[in-house]
């Protein structure tokens, strides 16, 4: 008797895992409003507004001149980038940014794709908008938002833009892109209110694509951007066509994870993993836990007290550059630590990298950009889309130095229509950045595999 009740729960246990692993669950967020005071009476403002990027005297004389009173302070011998942004180095890419670079050139380059904006929400929100130059004759562009995150913003994506846009293999899918700002970041007006998390990013750009006239979309994402377009095919799974990512960490590992990481360095086939997941994962200790303390101080700073340290960074174009150029340094490759000059310009220009710093700088965004960490982590770990899955169609582009190593195994506990996994040649955590080609490449692989399905 006992034996059989046994049996008995052992079987419902599983049949009732089954069924829960089947369901598909739909995320829900009501509406929200972000501006200043209380919704205004009246008909939402629907208009689209087209916005071009400035630059004047004044803004370059209060910049040279905060860069002038700096105040410098000698790094310990022999530390290259493991306290931080080396102060020899940085001299040198600060008198780079006050003598050589130069912002009105690159205001000319940013301004080279349009521009726009549109109030959703109460806010202003942001966005680059670039439709192809030359479609072919009964060819259909695809729809396609690219999400970015921190410390990047949109102009991570602008190497890529035209191999997506303006394709030179007649073969290719030619695509329609759209780059928007999250809210509190570049040229997107910050949340005036507590709560603007993931989620609500989300559904921000679901309005704003909606309010392009795309009925359906792809979706690519890395670092914040994995999140928010993670959100927005959870909260609409038959709007988002297929979603394309090239970062996603386990946001509540569950047992295949587990047993991967206790069994999977002496059965490593049982987990499917390979040379490469063994050298990233283990030892675990060293290169999950150790690692991921000496990578994540910021993320607690953020996630906690984001004004106190941003109103300083606000106030210091160099101690703004020094805290965003040291995560293009580490983060590409952990390896730069050991390098006198980071390894910076080995995979980045300072132009770009200093445009990027620019975003920051004039628009004033360091504050409200640190908040998103602040707004997704107070709410607490166990959000319902931290454990939802998603059952849209997923690519996923594994570069071999993303910040944080994700198996196949990993990506498709979460993602269960997982269709492409491709293990990258190079590449680090900006990969849209240091990588275009590549990402680029793999964006269209896993859209003409889904285009000719459906």
Same mark, same amino acid.
């Given at each position: 008797?006992? =034996? $059989? ?30 501006? +200043? ?20 005297? +004044? $803004? ?8 002038? !009173? ?9 530390? !290259? ?9 940085? !001299? ?15 205001? $000319? ?56 846009? $303006? ?8 695509? +329609? ?16 209110? @507590? ?50 990512? *090239? ?31 063994? !050298? ?6 060293? *290169? ?6 000496? +990578? ?8 906690? @007290? ?20 040291? @995560? ?27 445009? *990027? ?36 169609? =997923?690519? %996923? ?23 492409? %996994? ?22 269209? *692989? ?9």
């Amino acid at each position: 008797m006992f =034996t $059989e009740v046994l049996l008995a729960l052992v079987v419902g246990g599983v049949i009732y895992f089954l069924v829960q692993r089947s369901k598909r669950h739909q995320l829900k967020s009501e509406d929200g409003w972000w501006g +200043e005071g209380t919704p205004m009476d009246g008909e939402e403002d629907l208009s689209i507004r087209p916005y071009t990027v400035r630059t004047d005297d +004044e $803004e370059l004389e209060d910049l040279y001149r905060r860069i002038d !009173q700096t105040r410098s302070f000698p790094s310990l011998e022999d530390s !290259q980038f493991n306290y931080g942004f080396n102060s020899h180095y940085l !001299q040198k890419v600060v008198t780079y940014w006050r003598r050589d670079f130069d912002w009105r050139r690159q205001v $000319e380059k940013l301004n080279k794709f349009p521009h726009y904006k549109t109030n959703i929400e109460g806010i202003d929100v942001h966005y680059v908008h670039v439709r192809p130059k030359n479609l072919p004759e009964g060819v259909t562009a695809v729809p396609l938002l690219m999400v970015h995150g921190w410390p990047g913003s949109f102009y991570e994506f602008y190497r890529m833009i035209p191999l997506l846009t $303006e394709p030179s293999n007649p073969d290719d899918i030619v695509f +329609e892109v759209v780059c928007p700002s999250i809210p509190g970041y570049g040229f997107s007006e910050a949340p005036h209110k @507590k709560g603007f998390d993931s989620v609500c990013a989300a559904r921000v750009f679901h309005k704003l694509m909606k309010r392009l006239g795309f009925q359906q979309f792809y979706a690519h994402g890395g670092d914040w951007g994995w999140i928010v377009t993670t959100n927005m095919a959870q909260l609409e799974p038959k709007i988002i066509k297929g979603l394309h990512l *090239n970062f996603a960490p386990p946001s509540k590992p569950g047992l295949p994870v587990v047993l991967s990481i206790m069994l999977g360095r002496s059965f490593p086939k049982l987990f499917g993993f390979n040379e490469h997941d063994i !050298q990233r994962i283990y030892p675990v200790v060293q *290169n999950l836990v150790v690692e991921s303390v000496k +990578e994540s101080g910021y993320m607690h700073i953020q996630a906690t @007290k984001p004004d106190t340290v941003g109103r300083g960074l606000n106030d210091s174009p160099v101690g703004l550059a020094a805290y965003i150029l040291e @995560k293009f340094s580490t983060w590409t490759d952990h390896d730069f630590r050991n390098l006198d000059d980071g390894g910076l310009t080995r995979k980045f220009s300072l132009d770009d990298l200093l445009t *990027n710093v620019m975003i920051y700088w004039t628009s004033g965004c360091i504050i409200s950009s640190m908040r998103f960490y602040k707004e997704n982590f107070s709410k607490g770990l166990d959000q319902p889309h931290s454990t939802m899955p998603v059952h849209v169609p =997923t690519g %996923f582009a594994c570069f071999p130095n993303e910040l944080m190593h994700t198996p196949k195994l990993w990506v498709q506990q979460k993602y269960r229509e997982l269709k492409t %996994f491709t293990p990258m040649a190079r590449g680090g955590h900006f990969a849209a950045m240091e990588e275009p080609e590549l990402m680029a490449q793999d964006i269209q *692989n896993f859209t003409k595999m889904q285009e000719k399905m459906k």
